[in-house]
């Protein structure tokens, strides 16, 4: 066994098309191999029966549950998450710089209540904020950002709009 980290899935397309962005956020448990299989096998296909899953990784399906049930009593996986087609939704990431004199958890607290905020990390760099959007249209989305600016202790916004997932 070896320390592991609890992993943030910003946004994950399945099937053959699979983009997952993962950030190391916290030492949380010990995970061996088999703990790191069953994960990625879940971000590959997190609706995968548990027979399936215990096929693919060669142990029984009381042992795929067994791990389910610590992974995500320890918190190592906090939830799962439909992944919507941008046939029905604009998805976009917000980078968002936020003012040094604001604590950026409370900026963030007041943009989580703004209709069609997602997620949200923290990041180093040049930008403060990664947001995750998703809304109905892109008129939407132009409200979303409206709103984000106003926030007090935003400073500048820049958005990339999703294309095409590949």
Same mark, same amino acid.
Do not use: H
């Given at each position: 066994?070896?320390?592991?980290?609890?992993?943030?899935?910003?946004?994950?397309?399945?099937?053959?098309?699979?983009?997952?962005?993962?950030?190391?956020?916290?030492?949380?448990?010990?995970?061996?191999?088999?703990?790191?299989?069953? &994960? +990625?096998?879940?971000? %590959?296909?997190? =609706?995968?029966?548990? #027979?399936?899953?215990? *096929?693919? &990784? +060669?142990?029984?399906? %009381?042992?795929? =549950?067994?791990?389910? #049930?610590?992974?995500? *009593?320890?918190?190592?996986?906090?939830?799962?998450?439909?992944?919507?087609?941008?046939?029905?939704?604009?998805?976009?990431?917000?980078?968002?710089?936020?003012?040094?004199?604001?604590?950026?958890?409370?900026?963030?607290?007041?943009?989580?209540?703004?209709?069609?905020?997602?997620?949200?990390?923290?990041?180093?760099?040049?930008?403060?904020?990664?947001?995750?959007?998703?809304?109905?249209?892109?008129?939407?989305?132009?409200?979303?950002?409206?709103?984000?600016?106003?926030?007090?202790?935003?400073?500048?916004?820049?958005?990339?709009?999703?294309?095409?997932?590949?």
């Amino acid at each position: 066994m070896r320390n592991t980290f609890k992993y943030f899935v910003i946004f994950c397309v399945k099937n053959n098309e699979n983009v997952i962005f993962l950030y190391i956020v916290e030492e949380i448990m010990r995970m061996d191999e088999l703990d790191e299989r069953l &994960l +990625r096998e879940l971000m %590959g296909d997190a =609706r995968a029966p548990n #027979s399936i899953i215990a *096929k693919r &990784l +060669r142990v029984s399906e %009381g042992t795929v =549950r067994n791990r389910l #049930s610590r992974l995500l *009593k320890e918190g190592v996986i906090t939830g799962f998450s439909a992944d919507v087609s941008l046939r029905e939704q604009f998805m976009a990431l917000t980078l968002v710089k936020t003012c040094a004199q604001k604590r950026t958890p409370d900026i963030v607290a007041r943009i989580k209540k703004i209709d069609g905020f997602g997620r949200a990390f923290e990041v180093s760099g040049e930008w403060d904020v990664v947001l995750v959007v998703s809304v109905p249209s892109p008129e939407d989305y132009n409200e979303f950002i409206e709103a984000v600016r106003e926030v007090d202790g935003v400073e500048s916004t820049q958005s990339l709009v999703v294309l095409r997932k590949s």
